[in-house]
């Protein structure tokens, strides 16, 4: 067994048997994805378009491919024909761009919508009252070919446990009200995307059932 297949069973022993794992294996090259595929991971994140269609045009079609950054509308109709799941919707126009490729392509795309909890303005996503307007607004009702699953987020990049704790409390909060509210007949809607290499522990005390981590598994990235 090689050093990142170790690590990645590790990090497989360690998650209760209800969260899946995200392999992020973003910057990246695609023999350190083959070796945690023989190692029988088939669940993989990416964030850049481009390197992502290079990425499954040359690796196994069993894969499930995760889009987990920031994606561009322009950029969606290169990975609609293939992508598993993208994690970070984070405005009306992109989710209907989503929509309109997915249709293309003949394909229902699952999405998740990105909720902004940080303290970091930079980050992207709805904030929860953005994103109860639009669910409340129920255009995307019409959409025939996205299926939102659940919520994604990122906390705050601080040591401070007690501000990541709260990040996620706040996504799954939102989770429980979006649920009830508008997913209560779409039972689709049931994943919680949160925590990373650094904060995972906390994530899936406060709610997650999918982890998205990285360097903890291939080490860290050159940019
Ligand atoms: C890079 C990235 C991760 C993984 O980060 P690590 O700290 O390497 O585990 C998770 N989620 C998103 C959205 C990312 O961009």
Redesign the pocket.
């Known amino acids: 067994m090689t050093d990142l297949q170790q690590r990645l069973n590790d990090t497989l022993h360690a998650l209760p048997d209800t969260v899946s794992l995200v392999a992020?294996s973003?910057f990246h090259p695609a023999e350190a994805i083959r070796e945690a595929y023989d190692a029988g991971q088939r669940v993989f994140?990416e964030?850049r378009a481009q390197e992502l269609v290079g990425k499954h045009d040359t690796l196994p079609a069993d894969i499930k491919w995760h889009f987990?950054?920031h994606l561009q509308p322009n950029k969606v109709k290169y990975i609609a024909p293939f992508v598993s799941l993208i994690?970070?919707v984070d405005t009306f126009r992109l989710l209907q761009e989503i929509d309109k490729q997915a249709r293309r392509c003949d394909r229902v795309i699952p999405c998740l919508l990105q909720l902004h909890v940080a303290a970091e303005e930079t980050k992207f996503g709805f904030t929860p009252q953005e994103c109860r307007e639009m669910l409340e607004e129920g255009d995307w009702r019409e959409m025939d070919h996205v299926e939102i699953a659940g919520i994604m987020c990122?906390a705050s990049n601080t040591d401070n446990e007690a501000r990541i704790r709260a990040d996620f409390q706040t996504a799954y909060q939102f989770y429980r009200e979006a649920k009830a509210k508008w997913f209560a007949d779409r039972p689709a809607f049931t994943l919680r995307s949160w925590g990373?290499?650094?904060d995972w522990h906390i994530a899936i005390e406060e709610g997650s059932n999918m982890v998205?981590?990285?360097?903890?598994i291939f080490g860290e990235?050159h940019y």
């Open positions: 992020v973003k994140g964030s987990i950054g994690h970070a990122m990373m290499s650094g998205r981590i990285g360097s903890a990235r």
